[in-house]
């Protein structure tokens, strides 16, 4: 069974920094990629990053490229994701997701089948 877990989140001022952790199990590494999403509140779950953990190629969209580092320590089953300069528009509930490996970058909810619970990212101004 793919189980993950989320952890990390928190509040935090403009400007500062997390890193959110997503353990994972359940599947071969190599087989799987990983996407981190977010949620606002009154918004749809917006895909924001994506890395292939056999190979670690990572992708961001724009609204946080330059700022936020996903990797990946495959020796402790753990994603991460590194946010600096944080804003406020990016307070929301951060999820990790599971997928199978895929050679295109999926950033669509409907695309992964297996998700951690969530945490709090909340910036304040």
Same mark, same amino acid.
């Given at each position: =069974?793919?189980?993950?877990?989320? &952890?990390? *989140?928190?509040?935090?001022?403009a400007? !500062? &920094?997390?890193?959110?952790?997503? /353990? +994972?199990?359940?599947? /071969?590494?190599?087989?799987?990629?990983?996407?981190? @999403?977010?949620?606002?509140?009154?918004?749809?779950? =917006?895909?924001i990053? @994506?890395?292939?953990?056999?190979? !670690?190629?990572?992708? %961001?969209?724009?609204?946080? #490229?330059?700022? @936020?580092?996903? &990797?990946?320590?495959?020796? #402790?089953? /753990?994603?991460?994701?590194?946010?600096?300069?944080? #804003?406020?528009?990016?307070?929301?509930? %951060?999820?990790? +997701? +599971?997928?199978?490996?895929t050679? %295109?970058?999926?950033? @669509?909810?409907? =695309? %992964?089948?297996?998700? *951690?619970?969530?945490?709090?990212?909340?910036?304040? &101004?």
């Open positions: =069974e793919v189980q993950l877990v989320e &952890s990390g *989140g928190g509040l935090v001022q400007g !500062g &920094s997390l890193r959110l952790s997503c /353990t +994972a199990s359940g599947f /071969t590494f190599d087989d799987y990629a990983i996407g981190w @999403f977010r949620q606002a509140p009154g918004k749809e779950r =917006e895909g990053s @994506f890395i292939n953990l056999d190979d !670690g190629s990572p992708y %961001y969209i724009d609204a946080v #490229k330059g700022r @936020f580092t996903i &990797s990946s320590d495959n020796a #402790k089953n /753990t994603i991460y994701l590194q946010m600096n300069s944080l #804003k406020p528009e990016d307070t929301a509930v %951060y999820y990790c +997701a +599971a997928r199978v490996r050679y %295109y970058y999926a950033l @669509f909810a409907y =695309e %992964y089948a297996h998700w *951690g619970q969530g945490t709090q990212v909340t910036v304040s &101004s």
